[in-house]
Nanobody
Framework: QVQLVESGGGLVQAGGSLRLSCAAS????????MGWFRQAPGKEREFVAA??????IYADSVKGRFTISRDNAKNTVYLQVNSLKPEDTAVYYC?????????????????WGQGTQVTVSS
């Protein structure tokens, strides 16, 4: 089992930045695909970014503004979110996929955190 705990969310003005963290425990995530998803009120959960040994992918809506990275020594994944817009307001979730691959489908991830709220004011 893998436990994921997100942190770093908060209230920020449009144009601001945050760094979200996802600390993993239970198993090392160095070989896992790690993803970030988000869910806004009244909307479905959507893919944001994913990182694996083979590379990184982003949703078009965040490309150039968000950066996913990981520190395997700390068993932690990060999402740097810059140039925030009000439409980025959502609960952001970290997810782990044990089988690797750059996957956008949330249904193919095996472990999930509880989420961290990001609110962007205009």
């Amino acid at each position: 089992q893998v436990q994921l705990v997100e942190s770093g969310g908060g209230l920020v003005q449009a144009g601001g930045s945050l760094r979200l963290s996802c600390a993993a425990s239970g198993r090392t995530i160095s070989t896992y695909t790690m993803g970030w998803f988000r869910q806004a009120p009244g909307k479905e959960r959507e893919f944001v970014a994913a990182n694996s040994w083979s590379g990184t992918i982003y949703a078009d809506s965040v490309k150039g503004r968000f950066t996913i990275s990981r520190d395997n020594a700390k068993n932690t994944v990060y999402l740097q979110v810059n140039s925030l817009k009000p439409e980025d307001t959502a609960v952001y979730y970290c997810a782990a996929r044990t089988d690797g691959g750059l996957i956008r489908d949330s249904g193919r991830y095996h472990y999930w955190g509880q989420g961290t709220q990001v609110t962007v004011s205009s």
